[in-house]
DNA sequence: TCGTTTATGTGAATCATTATACAATAAAAA
DNA sequence: TTTTTATTGTATAATGATTCACATAAACGA
């Protein structure tokens, strides 16, 4: 499976569980299609790959195909820990949001190397000291963490978490972070967003339209 | 030019910008390659694409480099004006950030319909009612929005953008903005950022490694 | 019951992207 | 000066993704 396809999987998966909730019991390639933003035919090609079938003329199911989907995405029932190190006002602003429950993601900590920060007792988390990042992100079980440090401080910081067993990252500075093999051959994931990118994208697309 | 040329192309830019305020004037095919995360190949073909050409066997020239990609992403010496739509933490938080200027990207306002955010004063650049938003975007030629509103104002929000003659959005909320056409047949172009998403696919990767 | 409609499932065709391979060329070394 | 080396530029091959096209099956309607 490829990295476009992943990315039309999550889209898919939000999707069901939208239109489940609207009482919705049946979806048709088409319908999927259009609400993800691709072609009927490649939702049906996709599902062919994953050897997920519907019905001939009635569509598909859809609590078969979210339970089909989330076990390809590897939704537990448990929710996935992650942390959040550099609480600075992006940082913060994550910390404070409440749309990941839903998705089973859940932010138990924050880190930060600045007192004024860390001691501040008013957070939706708690926000430790980075001296204990290794303690947490262990008895935590912790995989992933968002990176929110500013930009001279992300390579040093990056390394801190790879050291910490940290596997996925997160990262929203402007560094491009690339992920570096350990000892055991084992690659981290890592995903930036680069917000500035994303504008200066914006830009270029308005001055030369496609077609 | 497509999509993921575009991106390279940009992260090139960046690069180059770096490599240049280092003191360097030359650059292989393959150190570009490196920094940018993509084969030297690809560099060489884009450049080729692009008919920018460098010296055989002394490498491409940095300042020559950057104002061609310059001059293909659309650079002046004037920044681009944009504003904020939304500004709880998270269109604050950018509100604050400083790292926009560099790339000529300038946030001019904000808005929102809250009057306990518009009438503060404390802020890097003003608050707006919704009400103004239709002089402030004509009157400073503003293109581009944020999109930073909660979730169920998404869709109102951005159609107002639209009748207010904005052409671009960078969208945060997890609601997928689709471009549609206007009475004229112009789309605007939409990037939609889906923090949720890129976690989730992170989870994703970590559980199912590829290769 | 028997055509008609509607949607799936998938092999083949098309299109797009990336990698390979190497000739061309300029600099450096001998 | 000649040879070696390093790097560009691009033609071609390989790979990968998407669309096309249609056989297939189920539901519907007459
Ligand atoms: N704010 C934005 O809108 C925005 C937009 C795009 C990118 N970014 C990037 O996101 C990152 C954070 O931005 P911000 O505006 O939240 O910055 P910020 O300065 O508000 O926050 C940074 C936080 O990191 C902490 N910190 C510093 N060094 C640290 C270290 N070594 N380990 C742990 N914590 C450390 C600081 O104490 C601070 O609390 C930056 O890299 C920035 O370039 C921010
Ligand atoms: N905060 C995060 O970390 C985070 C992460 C992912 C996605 N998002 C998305 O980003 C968006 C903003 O998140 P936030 O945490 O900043 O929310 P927030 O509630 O802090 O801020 C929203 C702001 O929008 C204003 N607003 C409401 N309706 C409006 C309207 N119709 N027009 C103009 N302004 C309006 C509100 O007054 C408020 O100031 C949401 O859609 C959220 O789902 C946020």
Known sequence: MNH?????????????????????????????????????AIVRKDFSLLEIYGQKRGGYDILFLIAALGKILGKTDEPQNIIIVGCGRIGRALMHYNGFEPDGIRIIAGFDTDPLVYSENVHPVPIYPMSRLEEVVSSHQVDVAILTVPESATSDSFQRLMNAGIKGVLNFSPITLKPVADAEGLKPVIHNVNIALELEQIFYELQFPKT
């Open 4 to 40: 476009d396809m992943i990315i039309r999987i999550t889209r898919y998966y939000r999707i069901l569980n939208r239109l489940r909730s609207l009482g919705l019991e049946k979806v048709f390639a088409h319908n999927l299609a259009d609400a993800a933003g691709v072609s009927a």
